[in-house]
């Protein structure tokens, strides 16, 4: 499922930027960050280069690894960015039938 959430996103008044492998894991995958941190941590600053290079102040993803991870990163760096998972960009959002 690709567009309809992006569809649903715009319906609600958010402005859209995609981002370079969006599809791309953040490094996270479960307890992989804290098993194999030598391997994650390239993977998460490739994602979170690619985050910057949007401009974006808020990234909406669906995967609560990527939430707690990218948010965790973006707090500690005093971004301007933040991260919330899509269901709570979408919670002010009634659709009609």
């Not at 499922?1 to 715009?10: D, I, T, V």
């Given at each position: 499922?690709?567009?309809?959430?992006?569809?649903?996103?715009?319906?609600?008044?958010?402005?859209?930027?995609?981002?370079?492998?969006?599809?791309?894991?953040?490094?996270?995958?479960?307890?992989?960050?804290?098993?194999?941190?030598?391997?994650?941590?390239?993977?998460?600053?490739?994602?979170?280069?690619?985050?910057?290079?949007?401009g974006a102040t808020l990234v909406a993803m669906d995967c609560p690894g990527c939430v707690m991870q990218?948010?965790?990163?973006?707090?500690?760096?005093?971004?301007?960015?933040?991260?919330?998972?899509?269901?709570?960009?979408?919670?002010?959002?009634?659709?009609?039938?």
């Amino acid at each position: 499922m690709h567009g309809e959430p992006r569809q649903l996103l715009k319906k609600a008044g958010y402005e859209l930027t995609e981002m370079f492998e969006s599809d791309m894991c953040c490094g996270m995958g479960g307890s992989y960050s804290m098993k194999l941190p030598e391997i994650s941590a390239p993977i998460l600053r490739k994602k979170l280069g690619n985050i910057r290079e949007t401009g974006a102040t808020l990234v909406a993803m669906d995967c609560p690894g990527c939430v707690m991870q990218i948010d965790e990163v973006l707090i500690r760096t005093d971004s301007r960015s933040s991260s919330k998972n899509r269901r709570k960009c979408l919670k002010s959002l009634s659709i009609e039938s």
